[in-house]
């Protein structure tokens, strides 16, 4: 009688798989009175190797019979090493993503140069804009802490060059970093009137003037009658600017009309309000027809 010893192998791998998540223009104007961090799960490849043993030999009369399970050896499994999860940016280290248009430094033939200080990145480090003339051509220069630089042509009302300052337009209180200010381009008109502009910067940093619907978007201070004008209302931590204008009726009285301006980076939108019809007083201009309440001081004092 013939008895055989048998051998079991069994060999089982387990590998580790991870899985990561990813996550502030012209035609025709409009001129009118705003990285997961992959963190590597490593699963270190575990290789399981058993070596077989060999079963006992069983000898019986009158024949020996030996049977061998030959070794088996799993292959090795093996993980890619560990890669540094990227380090995730922050406000302020903003990657240069130029370039931009006008990405050098103010043209060595410019004239009436005039620098400013102020934060248009939000990364709560002072940044320069710089207005001046360039062959008779308004400029507005930005140059970023970080480096980057950017240029645009802004011709805005009859003058050669613009005065700039900043407003802050999304301005909210008590935020834990203060949102970007913008910059407010002024352009001389006739007597009695001027041209207003807004400049951020759009996603890839570059200084841009804003648009409305694809044209450039300017607003027209002006006492002259109908009488428009730029008005902040101030409330609730928030400042919201508006284009107002008052037109007088047959009665005497005015009719004021009332678009808030919105913006998402340079692309500007006007949400028109309710209408308001108030009585004729000597105030009117000043309060229509000129800068009301907001960072810059009245055009027309």
């Not at 051998?7 to 791998?13: D, M």
């Not at 270190?44 to 077989?52: C, D, G, P, R």
């Not at 001046?132 to 009859?158: C, K, M, N, W």
């Not at 300017?218 to 037109?247: K, M, N, W």
Request: glycine residues 8%.
């Amino acid at each position: 009688m013939l008895r055989v010893g048998a051998l079991l192998v069994a060999c089982t791998v387990f590998a580790g798989a991870c899985s990561s998540d990813d996550d502030l223009p012209a035609a025709s104007s409009t001129v009118l009175g705003s990285t997961t961090s992959i963190a590597p799960n490593t699963s270190e490849a575990t290789s399981s190797t058993v070596a077989a043993t060999a079963a006992p030999s069983t000898t019986a009369a009158p024949t020996t019979v030996a049977t061998t399970v030959p070794e088996t050896t799993m292959p090795e499994t093996t993980v890619p090493p560990a890669t540094d999860a990227p380090t995730t940016t922050t406000p302020t280290s903003i990657p240069a993503t130029g370039p931009c248009p006008g990405d050098g430094p103010v043209p060595a033939g410019a004239t009436d140069s005039v620098t400013i200080d102020g934060d248009i990145d939000g990364d709560a480090v002072a940044d320069e804009v710089t207005s001046y003339s360039l062959a008779g051509v308004p400029h507005v220069h930005a140059r970023l802490a970080i480096g980057q630089q950017s240029d645009v042509e802004l011709p805005l009302g009859f003058a050669d060059t613009v005065q700039i300052s900043f407003e802050d337009f999304d301005h909210s209180l008590g935020a834990p970093t203060p949102p970007p200010v913008a910059v407010l381009a002024i352009g001389a008109g006739n007597a009695g009137s001027a041209f207003l502009a807004f400049l951020t910067l759009t996603r890839d940093y570059c200084i841009q003037p804003w648009t409305t619907g694809g044209s450039p978007f300017s607003i027209r201070v002006s006492q002259q009658g109908p009488y428009t004008g730029l008005f902040c209302d101030r409330g609730a931590g928030q400042v919201h600017y508006s284009v107002v204008t008052a037109e007088q009726q047959t009665g005497g009285d005015w009719l004021v009309t009332t678009s808030e301006i919105k913006h998402n980076f340079t692309a500007a939108t006007l949400n028109p309000l309710p209408d308001q019809t108030v009585p004729d007083s000597p105030g009117i201009p000043s309060q229509y027809g000129d800068i009301v309440n907001c960072d810059h001081a009245p055009l027309f004092p």
